[in-house]
């Protein structure tokens, strides 16, 4: 079974632009959530979406934003790109909401900020 | 409000000597532990997991971690490093009771001399 895909792999931007990453949960996984992982830093948390609605929110800017497909597949969407948004962002999948599930991660999205 | 601290950006060991790395959480409610390992450009790989029962969890790659409530702890132990586990390891918490959001430790890299 195919794991977290995540798209694009690598991706560079400029200041003041928008990107949008994509991510793809391991068949049957109904929840998703979002992380940035700035280098040498352990991933910080940004969303987290079960059945299309957002389940929690970390402390980021409303320049951040999410959503949640039918299919469960889920896109992140950063505005007015800083430098400070250069980081690798992370995608994992659980299959539900239940405390204590693990965490399935994708390979992620290297964005660079120019 | 939740915090993993590991003890230790950088741990150095000899191939087949023990590996120990070191997670405390604060939290006056125990939450649920885990520890994910990453491999360069790669995403975050589960490597076991408290939750609740026994305090000795044995993972993959022959890793096992024993959580201390009395001490705040759920230190990583390995008892013969191999040049495999070159890595990046994460200790992380999910609150009980609390909501969905995982903290992350900020990491430790381990390197395994030969």
């Known amino acids: 079974d195919a794991g977290v895909t995540q798209s694009p792999t690598h991706l560079i931007k400029t200041r003041g632009q928008q990107v949008t990453l994509r991510c793809s949960p391991i068949s049957g996984h109904k929840s998703v959530s979002w992380y940035q992982q700035v280098l040498g830093q352990g991933p910080q948390f940004i969303f987290q979406?079960?059945?299309?609605?957002?389940?929690g929110r970390g402390n980021f800017p409303d320049r951040f934003s999410a959503r949640q497909f039918p299919n469960y597949s889920s896109e992140l969407n950063v505005n007015a790109l800083l430098l400070g948004d250069s980081a690798l962002y992370l995608c994992a999948s659980s299959w539900g909401t239940a405390e204590g599930q693990p965490q399935h991660f994708g390979d992620g999205t290297r964005l660079s900020i120019l | 409000a939740q915090s993993v601290t590991q003890l230790g950006s950088h741990v150095s060991v000899s191939e087949g000597a023990l590996v120990l790395l070191r997670c405390n959480y604060s939290?006056?409610?125990?939450?649920?532990l885990f520890w994910y390992v990453q491999y360069p450009n790669q995403g975050l790989q589960l490597l076991l997991k408290?939750?609740?029962?026994?305090?000795l969890v044995k993972g993959i790659n022959g890793f096992e971690a024993e959580f201390k409530k009395s001490e705040t702890s759920f230190h990583l132990t390995k008892p013969s490093a191999h040049m495999s586990d070159a890595a990046e390891y994460f200790c992380a918490v999910t609150p009980m009771g609390g909501g969905f959001k995982t903290i992350f430790g900020a990491g430790t890299r381990l390197f395994v001399k030969a």
């Open positions: 939290s006056s409610v125990p939450p649920y």
């Open positions: 979406y079960y059945e299309k609605e957002e389940r």
């Open positions: 408290y939750t609740t029962g026994a305090t």
